[in-house]
């Protein structure tokens, strides 16, 4: 993919990012801190699909943005063909792990698996 | 018998006829035998309009002629000279020793670049980049055939990109530039600048060859707004400017 690409899309991700965050730290408002991470707060929240919808694509676009900025300094910080495959691939596979991690927890919530 | 003369016997010159001196430190390294870089001190007589260029002459002259500096046209003009004075890269010949207050001086060579020996570096990386962007007007037709008239700009036009043309390849901005200093791929602040005089120049239809160039893994993205490329900049080329300008082309904020 070309650098520019990449770069618009790691500008999008943060700024989309900002605004979603934004919602999420006013949702999280609505209760006190210490309550909010309760087992059942936060089940309770995973249960509401509009909510966890929005929190599976704040943990895309910071996934996304996140590993592309990793790479980034990997790439910076050490040269040669195959080192930067191997970061270039890396930092795709983490990307998708981490997504996928993440995605797993809210869909095991939602079928009853907790 | 004739006695060979001794070297400041030879050039016929005394050292400055100053009542005021400082302690000139000479970064001393031959990278075929040293394993580090140390430093000789000198006491150098100076003037008020001395500059550091001239010192180090002096030293060359009346001390250690051994000492290795690149220079030429004693003006900030030919971009030789540059060198790391007193922690901050400059032009030796365009730094004077009065309006650095102090009286040790330390010279050094530039940083990101290899060091041939002392204050001397090797340019190669340098002129490679500034090559790869194709730092000449692109385009199909030529005002040097037959016929044709010269290509005309209006003072407008040439205000787009004048400040960008003043560069001397010095290479203070690829010193002061920290993603130089780990990227050993990085293009350069000095490069894009260079990019940016081109494509900025009406005259040029060579944008999009340009533009593609820079935008690779190691191309105009890996700069990351540190600004140290502009406040060194002994002519006021301003590569930061030029690189958020060139940015806006890429992001579709100027065409
Ligand atoms: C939502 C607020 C955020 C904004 C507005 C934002 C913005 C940016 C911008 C503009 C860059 C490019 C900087 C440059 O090229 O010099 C960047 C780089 C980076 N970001 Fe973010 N970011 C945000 C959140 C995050 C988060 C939460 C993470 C961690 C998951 C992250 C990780 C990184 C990394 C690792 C880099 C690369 C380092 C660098 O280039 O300096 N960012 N961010
Ligand atoms: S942009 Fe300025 S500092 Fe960089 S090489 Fe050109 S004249 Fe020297
Ligand atoms: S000697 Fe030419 S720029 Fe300094």
């Known amino acids: 993919m070309r650098e520019s690409i990449i770069m618009k899309i790691h500008y999008g991700t943060a700024l989309a990012a900002v605004a979603l965050v934004a919602v999420h730290i006013l949702m999280r408002l609505t209760q006190g801190f210490a ?3 309760e087992y059942d707060s936060v089940i309770t929240n995973y249960k509401f699909l509009p909510y966890a919808g929005m929190l599976e694509i704040i943990l895309i676009l910071l ?4 590993f592309n900025g990793l790479r980034v300094i990997l790439l910076e910080l050490k040269q040669g063909k195959t080192y930067e495959k191997a970061v270039s691939y890396g ?12 995605t797993r927890t809210i869909i095991m919530v939602n079928t009853g698996m907790t | 018998m004739a006695q060979t003369p001794s070297l400041a016997e030879e050039s016929g010159s005394t050292p400055f006829s100053s009542s005021q001196s400082i302690t000139l430190r000479i970064a001393r390294y031959n990278p075929q035998h040293d394993s580090a870089k140390s430093f000789m001190e000198f006491q150098v007589p100076y003037e008020k309009w ?6 180090i002459l002096e030293v060359k002259k009346h001390f250690d002629h051994s000492v290795a500096v690149r220079y030429s046209c004693r003006q900030a003009t030919c971009g ?9 890269p400059r032009l030796a010949c365009f730094t004077k020793i009065s309006e650095l207050n102090s009286n040790v001086i330390t010279v050094e060579p530039m940083n990101n670049f290899p060091i041939i020996r002392d204050l001397a570096v090797k340019f190669e990386r340098l002129f490679d980049t500034h090559h790869k962007i194709k730092p000449y007007l692109i385009r199909d037709d030529t005002e040097i055939t037959t016929n044709t008239k010269e290509f005309l700009q209006s003072p407008e036009e040439l205000e787009q990109y004048i400040q960008f043309s003043n560069c001397i390849k010095c290479g203070l901005c690829n010193s002061a530039c920290p993603t130089m200093a780990t990227d050993s791929s990085f293009v350069g602040p ?3 600048a260079q990019a940016y005089r081109y494509v900025a120049d009406s005259r040029d239809k060579g944008k999009d060859n340009r533009l593609k160039i820079i935008d690779d893994s190691h191309g ?18 301003d590569p930061a400017m ?3 300008l060139l940015r806006g082309y890429m992001l579709g904020f100027r065409s």
Do not use: D
């Open chain 1, 35 to 37: 309550e909010s991470l």
């Open chain 1, 63 to 66: 996934s996304i943005h996140g």
């Open chain 1, 91 to 102: 930092c795709v596979v983490a990307m998708i792990a981490l997504i996928g991690y993440g």
């Open chain 2, 50 to 55: 001395t500059t550091v260029l001239e010192a």
């Open chain 2, 80 to 88: 030789s000279c540059g060198m790391i004075i007193n922690g901050k």
């Open chain 2, 190 to 192: 000095q490069a894009l």
């Open chain 2, 220 to 237: 105009i993205w890996r700069c990351h707004f540190a600004g140290s490329c502009s406040q060194v900049c002994p002519k006021g080329v």
């Open chain 2, 242 to 244: 030029g690189i958020q």
